[in-house]
């Protein structure tokens, strides 16, 4: 596996969600099974409503299918045409923050593989160094359920979209990482896309040229 950065109303049965919240928040965000793992049920109530799943008005000249990511809003779009896009909340690691411009995921990957990256290992030698082989997918592993690779070209840009373990983290700048996703939400995302799908990422305000 290639190396990845380090980086989360009523309802049906009559219980009320947190004031604020969109109706059917809770169960996109509830447990589930996937992959032989468990994923935990998010605590919604320290995330700000904004960064929650949603379809939102969206006007650009990008093809359906294109993911925008717009760091500086803390926010991924999914571009679904008729202006509309599917909107989701995410973290920055300072690695999200050192690419801008055009890229196409070129793998995709479930559970997938992490290790630490030696910029991490020579930054905090003690908690990164005995991780230099890397961790198995699982619901401890960094990069969460699901990975989207990004490259330009046949060149590994070093930069993913992915899950995370820290959910109250999303809609902030994190210590490390790329683009990072509530679990539930890269899921979704990745049933979505497909290989080959372009992806723009935008930093303050505008996209460089790849």
Not at 4 to 29: E, K, V
Not at 100 to 128: C, D, L, Q, V
Request: charged letters at 20%; hydrophobic letters at 40%; a neutral charge.
């Amino acid at each position: 596996m290639l190396p990845a950065l380090l980086a989360g109303c009523a309802g049906g049965n009559g219980a009320l969600a947190p004031m604020g919240f969109a109706s059917g928040a809770s169960a996109s965000y509830a447990e589930l099974t996937d992959g032989g793992h468990t994923v935990p049920a998010i605590d919604l109530t320290d995330i700000d409503p904004q960064m929650l799943r949603q379809v939102v008005d969206y006007r650009t000249r990008e093809p359906a299918g294109t993911v925008v990511v717009d760091t500086a809003a803390r926010h991924l779009y999914l571009v679904q045409g008729n202006g509309k896009a599917m909107r989701y909340g995410i973290g920055v690691g300072k690695a999200g923050l050192a690419f801008a411009g055009n890229a196409t995921i070129n793998r995709k990957a479930e559970w997938p593989h992490w290790s630490p990256t030696e910029n991490m290992m020579n930054r905090e030698p003690a908690r990164y160094r005995k991780m230099a082989g890397g961790m198995n997918g699982g619901i401890d592993n960094p990069l969460g359920p699901r990975a989207m690779y990004l490259y330009q070209g046949d060149r590994d840009t070093m930069f993913r979209i992915h899950g995370t373990t820290e959910p109250e983290t999303i809609g902030h700048a994190v210590s490390s990482g790329c683009i990072r996703l509530m679990n539930q939400d890269v899921i979704d995302l990745y049933g979505r896309v497909k290989t080959g799908s372009r992806v723009v990422v935008i930093q303050g305000g505008r996209a460089a040229d790849s």
